[in-house]
């Protein structure tokens, strides 16, 4: 069998498609922003109960935000800066929290970005003398977006 191509009943076929695609393209993408919303929110509060987490102490609430295995990378006030969780919570469990310490504390998400069942949160920790700027990468994991990297620096105000 042959194929002949003739551009009028292409024309044809996309003007006689188009209109029948349209609303599905648009549920598509409007079911996508949806999704992407309601996942940032999740993301959002993971990340109140990270910043609590932090500011409190609560090495419980600050572990459920972390896919057991995480690591931890960066910079801290110019020194190189690698754990894994359990190092990072024994810290913050042997430390005076925030609250504790009466000192100002500030958690501040900058950004979330979603693509499918990943994520990174860009967000801003001001605790002690310390002005951490950190990339949490996030992974929907059993329906729950958990961090499963940190990478952070901390930057002269």
């Not at 409190?56 to 006030?77: Q, S």
């Not at 990072?88 to 929290?97: A, E, F, I, M, P």
Request: proline share 4%; with cysteine.
């Amino acid at each position: 069998m042959t194929w002949v191509y003739h551009a009028k009943d292409a024309s044809f076929l996309l003007t006689a498609f188009l209109p029948c695609s349209l609303p599905v393209l648009k549920a598509q993408n409007f079911k996508k922003m949806e999704n992407d919303q309601n996942d940032s929110l999740a993301i959002s509060q993971t990340l109140d109960n990270y910043f609590k987490g932090i500011y409190e102490g609560d090495v419980a609430l600050l572990g459920g935000t972390f896919n057991p295995g995480t690591l931890l990378f960066g910079d801290v006030k110019g020194q190189p800066y690698a754990k894994t969780l359990d190092q990072y919570l024994d810290g913050v469990k042997n430390r005076q929290s925030p609250k504790d310490s009466g000192m100002p504390f500030k958690g501040e998400i900058i950004s979330i970005n979603v693509i499918n069942s990943i994520a990174v949160a860009k967000v801003r920790v001001q605790m002690y003398t310390f002005n951490y700027h950190e990339f949490l990468s996030f992974h929907k994991i059993d329906g729950h977006w958990l961090i499963v990297n940190k990478m952070i620096t901390d930057v002269p105000e």
